[in-house]
């Protein structure tokens, strides 16, 4: 069964430190999403894409994060400059198209540890 | 703004016994989706079920059924014959309308079930 990929696993950066987030979404699917989760917290919304364009972003998604397609495969998200605040696990997600059943379908995640 | 409530932090149930995990949810659309995930310890999100809110009947999928009850804005989880692997943090989430586009899920704080032997 397709899946999204994420890599890395674990990306330990120095505070300040830029830092990339890659993701490889199922392939004939439209829409895409970044998330992430504060350990112990809730999974939160960053950011969904949609030809070629941000759809939304959340208060989160400050002028410090970046998000960008840049063939017809990846999807990456950007922090310019990174806080400890930003050390959470980050999930890439998926969808088909439009219809309400079509579920998200999620990365295995990639947990940021700022230092 | 759309909310999802969990209110159990945690649930322990012995093997093989049936289990609710409730969701409450809040909205003023018509239409939406409701959407369960499953968190193992290992971190990935898994898709369990989906519920549309006009949707006449519960869905179910394998052991996983969707008590879904719209008056209520209810949509609890519920796990038949609980298996050891099925311990884990479990979402329920809400995509709000329109139904339409690359609309985000908002999740709930999770319930973190224990299945004991």
């Known amino acids: 069964e397709p899946e999204v990929t994420q890599t890395p696993s674990h990306q330990v950066t120095q505070m300040g430190q830029e830092v990339i987030l890659r993701c490889v979404p199922i392939s004939n699917h439209l829409y895409f999403y970044w998330y992430r989760q504060i350990l112990g917290q809730k999974v939160e919304f960053l950011v969904s894409f949609y030809n070629n364009e941000i759809s939304e972003k959340s208060e989160i998604f400050d002028d410090q994060f970046s998000v960008e397609r840049p063939d017809g495969s990846n999807f990456t998200l950007k922090i310019r400059s990174t806080k400890l605040e930003d050390s959470a696990m980050y999930f890439c997600?998926?969808?088909?198209?439009?219809?309400?059943?079509?579920?998200?379908?999620f990365g295995d995640g990639t947990r940021l540890s700022i230092l | 703004a759309q909310k999802i409530t969990q209110t159990q932090p945690g649930m322990f149930v012995q093997e093989k016994e049936a289990v609710t995990l409730d969701c409450t949810y809040d909205t003023s659309d018509q239409s939406y989706g409701l959407f369960w995930y499953k968190q193992p310890s290992s971190g990935e999100m898994i898709f369990l079920i989906y519920q549309g809110s006009y949707d006449e009947q519960n869905a179910t999928e394998g052991r996983y059924s969707l008590n879904f009850q719209k008056a209520r804005k209810s949509a609890n989880l519920v796990i038949s014959a609980s298996q050891l692997g099925d311990s884990a943090m479990y979402f329920c989430?809400?995509?709000?309308?329109?139904?339409?586009?690359?609309?985000?899920?908002?999740f709930g704080q999770g319930t973190r079930l224990t299945i004991n032997p």
């Open positions: 997600a998926s969808r088909a198209r439009t219809g309400g059943s079509q579920p998200q379908h």
């Open positions: 989430a809400m995509r709000p309308v329109p139904i339409q586009g690359a609309q985000k899920l908002v």
